[in-house]
Every structure is written in structure tokens, then in C-alpha cells.
């Protein structure tokens, strides 16, 4: 099962990334996820693993994850190493007057569950969209605030320089 | 499901049936006759039978091999696990962040929905979807349960029989185990009873846990008594019948339950109704940490039975409506 959600950010790519790529930030977007942990020391970069946990139904549901793709302020893809079989794509596409293109993929499901897994993973999929498109609008909450919070600081240094001066 | 107090008897095709719960397994052949010639022949008749049941259930249980949990077997029903789980039962895990991440572990569970246990499906889901298949989990099962046909699917998910040495096997391959102190005497507690801890005084978990040095986790579940209409254990049928020296069986339940209306021994199990299932994982208890270096059973019998019971009388107060929750 493929789920997708996108939004138009108020930022840079780079500012983005820095959200997505850091998993303190991202438990405080990823809307019904209660774990987002790094796993090893790997440095960033494809290889690097995380373990996630998000509640679906009943249970909450994850895997151990390992990112395949590394595109700076671009893509990051990570595949499952255990758990929910899943890959996912964080891809980000930088618009007009500094503004971002944010979408994110998620495809999932458990390889030989047969019917049984056919039929969870479609009644599971509009709460994971939902949680994804609750995320996405989360997301853009917490960059557009971090941006407006940078801009103040700047102006703020910039008047207590030129009264200085 | 069952635990109970840890005794030596003889093995019996591979393990040893009874063994903690202490039971004494009695042979109906040496039993005295009770009556005259007349009832005394129709008492070897009865004896004959029983042993033949006694035969037939005891040659069903599999040898014990832990090796029969199948992760990939587990992983590829999970999906259907969890639409049971999500769907009609509504279940809700809490707390499995509770327990150790790595390491062997004694899950304790309070028991409930007579022979089908609705709690028990929903947390080896939990618990399997939150940790990933690798994880070790095995659940002890009364013999019964593990010679039941149709039952075998539970030893591919790790079900294995309660002995002593299923228990010792699991704890030192660094597995979490999952034991029901109250068995067969909780589970069939009457509907009345659902929101009471009843382990029937079994403290054999206590002996295990400190034999192995490993954490207590206690696990507290709720609705699973909702599920039918539960009137009595049966206690005295069972031992009119002598289900209790021949069975390890000490109740004969009888509850109103679908489809079969009046049912009696729940052998057959039955329909659970759709009760909401709600289960929290408590924090781990270190035995030797917070009793001392030899901690009395009783004292930390009565610790984990008052823990249980209070978490289960704060999830009776949230609950509006018996099934629907």
C-alpha cells in the first residue's frame, strides 16, 4: 500500500532538512509516531538507521529503518531493515521565492500475509495518511515558526548593531 | 494459561504436565473403589475411561521445543492479528515502553475470557509489532490448551506447555516470557469478579523470577471477563469428576456464552463478544533490588497482586459500559 501527502513550506529546503533529518525534531511533527530514535552511531548519511514506532489500531507499528539515499536538502529514502516492510521518501523541491515543495511517500505492507495483510493494510491506510498529512502541516508550523523566530533575532542584532554603532 | 508454585515429578513425553502448579497428577487405576462389587465395577469402568482421556490429552501434548516459534509464521499473521485486535476487540496496549529493551523477562499477566483469552491475542500482537518478530516471546500454556485441536497454530507463535523446563529454556535464550498465575482458576472467574486480580495465591512466578535473576513486568488487562457471561468455576463439578487429578482441570466453568447459551466446561470455547480490550504494562519490578538479597514470597506476592489490582481498578474507572467499554 502507497500512501502520499505534500505541502508548499515557507522556508528554504535547507531549513526543511534540518527538521526531517533531526529525530528530536521529527517526534515533535510525525503526527502518532511515539518512537523516533537513531539506532548505532552511524554517521549521517545513507546507512545511518533509525527505529520508529507509530500507533496504527491497536498496536504501534514500526521497524528498524536504514536510510538509501542521502541527496542533501534533496531526498532521504529509507527502507525497512526489520519490522513493517516500508520504504518512505522524504522529497524536497525548492519553488519560487524561497518556498519548498514538500512531499512525502510511504509504501507498506507485510510480504506473504496474503488476504489477511491485503485487507490491514488498506483499513489501516487512512489513518497512516492522515497522520502523514496532519504531519506535513505540522511540520510547516514548526519551520515557518523557526524562520520567523531566526528572522527577529537578525533584525533584533541588526538594530541593537546600528544603535551601537 | 497458567503458572503456579514449582515441584518435581516425573517427565511425561518430554516435559512434565502439572509441574508448577504443584498439581499431584493421580492414576484413577490406583484410586480405591469406592462401594460394593456393583458400584465398584461401574467405578473401573469410569477409572478406564478416564484414563483413556487421560492417555489421549497427555499423548497430544508436544514435546517441548521452543524452537517451534516461527517469526516468519508470526510476522505474515500479524496483519490479521491486528484487524481482530484493532477491530473487534478495539484493543489498546499501553506502556510496552515498560519493558526492558533487551534481555529476559517475566511478563505477569492477570487472565480473563475463559478458554478463548481475547487480552492475550491482543498483547502478543502489541508486543510483537512494538519489539519486531526477533524478539523472543513466549507465552506459557496450560496442557490442554497445547493438545486442543486446531489449538497448534499457538506453538508457532511460541506458545509452549508450563513446566519448569519450558520456563527455564525461555528465560535463559534471553526470551520474555508471558505466565498467568491464575490459569485455569482466574480465567473462569465469574463475570461479577472481572475487575478483581485473582491469582489463587500462586507465587511459583516469584520462585522462577528470582531463580533466573530476571525483572517481573506486571501486565493488567481489562475486558476479557466481558466476553461472555461467566456464573461459576464449577469447582465442586470438577472434583466430582476428579477433572482435577486427571486433567490438572480444578474448574468445570459454566457461562451463558454464543453460541451455545448454557455452556458447560467451555471445552468447545465459544464466540467472545466484542468487549473492548485494554492492557497497561507496568514499570519492571527488580525483585532483589527492592526486597533484598532473599525476598520473602509473600511480601512480593502481595506487592505485585496490590500493583495489579489498583492499575485494573483505575482502567475499571475509565470504563463506561461492560464490552463496549
Known amino acids: 500500500m502507497r500512501v502520499a501527502a505534500t505541502i508548499d513550506i515557507a522556508a528554504t529546503p535547507a531549513e526543511v532538512w534540518g527538521f526531517i533529518t533531526d529525530p528530536e525534531r521529527s517526534l515533535h511533527f510525525l503526527h502518532g509516531v511515539t518512537r523516533f530514535e537513531r539506532a548505532g552511531d552511524h554517521a549521517p548519511g545513507p546507512g545511518m538507521r533509525f527505529r520508529m514506532l507509530m500507533r496504527i489500531g491497536s498496536a504501534e507499528i514500526g521497524s528498524l529503518v536504514e536510510v538509501v539515499e542521502w541527496h542533501e536538502h534533496r531526498d532521504l529514502a529509507w527502507t525497512s531493515v526489520t519490522g513493517l516492510d516500508q520504504r518512505a521518501r522524504w522529497r524536497l523541491r525548492e519553488r519560487d521565492s524561497g518556498r519548498t515543495h514538500v512531499e512525502f511517500r510511504l509504501s507498506y505492507g507485510v510480504a506473504g500475509a496474503g488476504l489477511g495483510g491485503w485487507i490491514a493494510e488498506r483499513v489501516a491506510a487512512p489513518q497512516v495518511r492522515r497522520n502523514f498529512q496532519r504531519s506535513l502541516v505540522q511540520l510547516k508550523r514548526q519551520v515557518e515558526h523557526e524562520r520567523l523566530r531566526t528572522d527577529a533575532a537578525r533584525r533584533r542584532a541588526a538594530r541593537s548593531t546600528a544603535s551601537s554603532g | 494459561m497458567s503458572d503456579g508454585p514449582a515441584t518435581t515429578r516425573p517427565h511425561t513425553n518430554g516435559h512434565a504436565p502439572g509441574a508448577l502448579n504443584g498439581a499431584r497428577v493421580a492414576d484413577p487405576?490406583?484410586?480405591?473403589?469406592?462401594?460394593?462389587?456393583?458400584?465398584?465395577?461401574?467405578?473401573?469402568?469410569?477409572?478406564?475411561?478416564?484414563?483413556?482421556?487421560?492417555?489421549?490429552?497427555?499423548?497430544?501434548?508436544?514435546?517441548?521445543?521452543?524452537?517451534?516459534?516461527?517469526?516468519?509464521?508470526?510476522?505474515?499473521?500479524l496483519p490479521r492479528l491486528w484487524l481482530l485486535s484493532s477491530l473487534y476487540f478495539r484493543g489498546e496496549v499501553r506502556g510496552l515502553g515498560n519493558v526492558p529493551e533487551t534481555g529476559p523477562v517475566l511478563l505477569v499477566g492477570n487472565h480473563s475470557g475463559g478458554n478463548l483469552t481475547p487480552d492475550t491475542g491482543v498483547l502478543m500482537l502489541a508486543f510483537s509489532a512494538y519489539f519486531g518478530v526477533e524478539r523472543r516471546f513466549h507465552a506459557l500454556a496450560h496442557n490442554l490448551v497445547l493438545a486442543a485441536p486446531g489449538l497448534g497454530f499457538l506453538r508457532r507463535f511460541g506458545t509452549v506447555a508450563a513446566t519448569p523446563e519450558n520456563m527455564e529454556t525461555a528465560l535463559r535464550a534471553g526470551a520474555a516470557l508471558l505466565v498467568y498465575p491464575g490459569g485455569d482458576y482466574e480465567v473462569h472467574r465469574p463475570s461479577w469478579e472481572r475487575h478483581t486480580v485473582d491469582m489463587g495465591g500462586r507465587k511459583g512466578f516469584i520462585r522462577e523470577a528470582l531463580r533466573h535473576d530476571v525483572p517481573i513486568v506486571p501486565v493488567v488487562a481489562i475486558g476479557g471477563q466481558e466476553t461472555a457471561l461467566f456464573l461459576s468455576r464449577g469447582e465442586g463439578l470438577a472434583r466430582s469428576l476428579m477433572l482435577d487429578r486427571i486433567l490438572r482441570l480444578k474448574v468445570l466453568p459454566i457461562s451463558i456464552a454464543v453460541p451455545w447459551g448454557l455452556n458447560i466446561g467451555d471445552m468447545l470455547g465459544h464466540v467472545p463478544l466484542p468487549a473492548k480490550i485494554v492492557i497497561e504494562v507496568l514499570p519492571p519490578i527488580h525483585l532483589r533490588e527492592e526486597f533484598g538479597a532473599e525476598p520473602d514470597l509473600d511480601e512480593v506476592y502481595d506487592h505485585v497482586v496490590r500493583l495489579m489490582q489498583e492499575t485494573l481498578d483505575a482502567l475499571a474507572a475509565e470504563r463506561r459500559l461492560p464490552v463496549i467499554g
Open chain 2, 29 to 77: 487405576a490406583r484410586e480405591p473403589t469406592p462401594g460394593g462389587p456393583p458400584l465398584g465395577a461401574l467405578a473401573g469402568v469410569a477409572r478406564g475411561v478416564l484414563r483413556g482421556v487421560r492417555d489421549v490429552v497427555q499423548s497430544r501434548i508436544p514435546k517441548a521445543d521452543l524452537d517451534e516459534r516461527d517469526p516468519d509464521y508470526i510476522r505474515e499473521n
